[in-house]
């Protein structure tokens, strides 16, 4: 059964530390990307990777980093220069990084106390 | 520049059609997104049109491209309560990595 597992569903921190999220996928794909959805706003794109090894900043990158070690896996971690990281968090991936259909997993909530 | 708007809210009695409006300022989009995200969850892809298509049907949704006015539409058919959510139309700018620009989404409430 192909998707992207998010864990866990829901994160709670408290202020000044770093937490990090999984972001795993089983569908073979080359290109993840890391998005943060708040209330009322479209959702931002963070960090993604095009391939492993290798990834690029997105609009709102400052306070979160990530790594690509392997295909399947792209974690992130919000660290503690993350002003306001109580958000919606949102992992994507695609076959390819020029292919059509973005797959999205079931996201996780964080809350920092 | 890149900048994809859409109202927040619509609310629609079951069984009649809905109809979600995006605009987008970039004109060199190639491919035009729609999703869906129930409560809680992550986005489905419902469909998504190329830019030299002006309309594409499948099943209870229809999709309208105009172009010249930069204006995406959703039209869902006899609308159901399980189609209550936000909707969220996105946009892929020819060349980019990418990586995918939204809407703030539209979040439509089927009423009994």
């Given at each position: 059964?192909?998707?992207?597992?998010?864990?866990?569903?829901?994160?709670?921190?408290?202020?000044?530390?770093?937490?990090?999220?999984?972001?795993?996928?089983?569908?073979?794909?080359?290109?993840?990307?890391?998005?943060?959805?708040d209330?009322?706003?479209?959702?931002?794109?963070?960090?993604?990777?095009?391939?492993?090894?290798?990834?690029?900043?997105?609009?709102?990158?400052?306070?979160?980093?990530?790594?690509r070690?392997k295909?399947?896996?792209?974690?992130?971690?919000?660290?503690?220069?993350?002003?306001?990281?109580?958000?919606?968090?949102?992992?994507?991936?695609?076959?390819?990084?020029?292919?059509?259909?973005?797959?999205?997993?079931?996201?996780?909530?964080?809350?920092?106390? | 520049?890149?900048?994809?708007e859409?109202?927040?809210?619509?609310?629609?009695?079951?069984?009649?059609?809905?109809?979600?409006?995006?605009?987008?300022?970039?004109?060199?989009?190639?491919?035009?997104?729609?999703?869906?995200?129930?409560?809680?969850?992550g986005?489905?892809?419902?469909?998504?049109?190329?830019?030299?298509?002006?309309?594409?049907?499948?099943?209870?949704?229809?999709?309208l491209?105009?172009?010249?006015?930069?204006?995406?539409?959703?039209?869902?058919?006899?609308?159901?309560?399980?189609?209550?959510?936000?909707?969220?139309?996105?946009e892929?700018?020819?060349?980019?990595?990418?990586?995918?620009?939204?809407?703030?989404?539209?979040?439509?409430?089927?009423?009994?």
């Amino acid at each position: 059964d192909g998707g992207i597992t998010q864990s866990p569903k829901y994160l709670f921190r408290k202020e000044g530390q770093n937490v990090t999220l999984s972001c795993e996928q089983n569908l073979n794909h080359d290109a993840m990307y890391w998005y943060r959805q708040d209330p009322g706003q479209g959702l931002r794109l963070i960090y993604y990777s095009q391939i492993v090894n290798d990834f690029q900043k997105g609009d709102i990158a400052e306070g979160y980093s990530v790594s690509r070690e392997k295909k399947e896996s792209f974690p992130l971690t919000v660290t503690s220069a993350q002003k306001n990281p109580t958000a919606f968090y949102l992992c994507a991936s695609k076959r390819e990084p020029q292919g059509n259909e973005q797959f999205f997993g079931p996201g996780t909530r964080l809350t920092v106390l | 520049g890149e900048d994809v708007e859409q109202s927040l809210f619509l609310s629609v009695r079951e069984g009649d059609s809905s109809v979600i409006n995006c605009t987008y300022t970039d004109s060199s989009s190639t491919y035009l997104y729609w999703y869906k995200q129930e409560p809680g969850a992550g986005l489905q892809l419902l469909t998504y049109i190329f830019s030299n298509m002006d309309m594409k049907q499948d099943q209870r949704l229809t999709v309208l491209l105009n172009k010249k006015d930069k204006h995406l539409s959703l039209r869902i058919a006899d609308t159901q309560t399980g189609d209550s959510a936000i909707y969220f139309c996105a946009e892929v700018i020819s060349g980019s990595a990418r990586q995918l620009t939204f809407g703030s989404g539209t979040q439509l409430t089927v009423l009994p």
